[in-house]
């Protein structure tokens, strides 16, 4: 009996799992000063700014500012404009708010986004079959309402329902974000729902941790993956081979694989 008899979920992230980001960060703040007449900011101190600034803002306010009900630009506005004077650019309020525009417009369309060849067959793939399909991810509004379904994956064809931390309130690795998920698809046992992502963190501990099956793709081939797999995660390339492995697979993965990490 293959595992994908036992479901009737699966959830899977979003960044690095359905889509990539295209480019580096650089080239969007680049344009978005150039646009405002001012030059391009360095690449590398411009990543290490957002990096700090990113991380500072998730820890003061995080979901994107839920709990503090935090309108999602304000709090990308506060994130950028930190970011800016973290790699040792200060601009003037008129000239901050035309890069910012820039920038808070171009991350909510598909510009900075690519699609894994495999995302859409993929998900349709697991719909055909009777199961159904959540988005899991630590992401605002604008993924749900514009840009997945800009990058051709939408809900109702790929997808039923999405769980998205800026709308929750609760963020991965935190499991409740995973027993939402199991609510929302109409109190799903454990036990008949799978979690796909590429973090070992965010996606597997905390899935299998509530009793779901898990497993993790490793796209970019990164050097965590042989200790994912010695801690006993299946670990796949894609999601063709997903695909196949649920086909096929007859083992019962390790129960207590997470404890091993």
Not at 1 to 30: E, F, H, N, P, W
Not at 112 to 124: G, I, K, L, T, W
Not at 159 to 164: A, E, H, I, K, R
Not at 200 to 212: E, F, L, T, V, W
């Amino acid at each position: 009996m293959s595992l994908l008899s036992k479901l009737r979920l699966i959830t899977v992230d979003v960044t690095g799992t359905l889509l990539a980001y295209k480019g580096q960060l650089g080239d969007y703040y680049c344009m978005a000063a150039k646009s405002a007449g001012k030059p391009c900011p360095d690449y590398q101190r411009m990543h290490e700014g957002f990096k700090l600034a990113y991380t500072e803002m998730a820890r003061q306010y995080p979901c994107f500012g839920f709990a503090a009900k935090m309108p999602n630009i304000d709090w990308w506005r506060m994130c950028v404009k930190d970011s800016f004077v973290k790699a040792g650019y200060e601009y003037d309020q008129e000239t901050f708010e035309k890069i910012f525009k820039r920038i808070y417009s171009a991350f909510g369309s598909s510009a900075p986004y690519s699609v894994f060849p495999d995302a859409q067959p993929f998900m349709r793939w697991l719909r055909g079959k009777g199961l159904m399909v959540g988005i899991v991810s630590n992401a605002e509004y604008r993924y749900k309402d514009v840009i997945l379904p800009a990058l051709g994956l939408n809900q109702g064809s790929e997808w039923d329902f999405g769980v998205f931390s800026g709308i929750v309130g609760v963020e991965k690795p935190d499991p409740r974000i995973y027993r939402i998920a199991l609510e929302m698809a109409g109190n799903v046992a454990p036990e008949e729902a799978l979690h796909i992502g590429d973090s070992m963190r965010k996606d597997y501990i905390p899935a299998r941790s509530i009793g779901m099956h898990a497993l993790l793709l490793d796209r970019f081939k990164t050097s965590d993956a042989e200790s994912w797999r010695q801690s006993g995660a299946t670990v796949l390339p894609d999601l063709v081979a997903a695909q196949e492995w649920l086909s096929k697979n007859l083992k019962d993965e390790p129960v207590a694989a997470e404890q091993n990490v």
